[in-house]
T-cell receptor, first 116, second 116 residues
């Protein structure tokens, strides 16, 4: 089963709201990723967790706060977002990075975020 | 540094015909992996096929095959017998063996439209 699930599918929030995105996988993967994707553009890496520890933060603004409570779950906490943060947020998982370059990332269906 | 170039922003193909989506890459890593993903309008990134830099044979997965020409640094995706459901955006991506853990480089994508 190569399934990564994400909730919610759609989210509309105001600039003063606090919300969270959730991602879950049960493939035994130990690396999980958050990407941001604007329309008709490639995904941009935001964060990487390896063995539940943050290994990469691509200089993402602090209004985005990731959390990895366990090996199957990945959250992205959102606070005081800007309209330009509106995008598709994709979660992915793979075998731990730093291993074989064959390690495929499997993506979830994404959360479409609109910031008003 | 790594770079992926997809020179075809949009492609059209008649249903049941074959189509080739171009991908060229540049990397200083001696070993690397190349991936193709499909992204329908629903947003999910679907893994299609993988090719390793040391693989002797071109990868195939059902109707998908990868035309790997290492000397030319190209990894074109061939879709045989196109179906209406193949209409989507297609991304070529790579990961090098020495690349920062978890970082994949994506091309800008090609939007494929299958005509009935």
């Amino acid at each position: 089963d190569t399934e990564v699930t994400q909730t919610p599918k759609h989210l509309v929030m105001g600039m003063t709201n606090k919300k969270s995105l959730k991602c879950e996988q049960h493939m035994g993967h130990r690396a999980m990723y958050w990407y941001k994707q604007k329309a008709k553009k490639p995904p941009e890496l935001m964060f990487v967790y390896s063995y539940e520890k943050l290994s990469i933060n691509e200089s993402v603004p602090s209004r985005f706060s990731p959390e990895c409570p366990n090996s199957s779950l990945l959250n992205l906490h959102l606070h005081a977002l800007q309209p330009e943060d509106s995008a598709l947020y994709l979660c992915a998982s793979s075998l731990p990075p730093g291993g074989a370059m064959t390690d495929t990332q499997y993506f979830g269906p994404g959360t479409r975020l609109t910031v008003l | 540094a790594q770079k992926i170039t997809q020179t075809q922003p949009g492609m059209f193909v008649q249903e049941k015909e074959a189509v080739t989506l171009d991908c060229t890459y540049d990397t200083s890593d001696p070993s690397y992996g190349l991936f193709w993903y499909k992204q329908p309008s629903s947003g999910e990134m679907i893994f299609l096929i993988y090719q390793g830099s040391y693989d002797q044979q071109n990868a195939t997965e059902g109707r998908y095959s990868l035309n790997f020409q290492k000397a030319r640094k190209s990894a074109n995706l061939v879709i045989s017998a196109s179906q209406l459901g193949d209409s989507a955006m297609y991304f070529c991506a790579m990961r090098g063996h020495n690349t920062n853990a978890g970082k994949s480089t994506f091309g800008d994508g090609t939007t494929l439209t299958v005509k009935p």
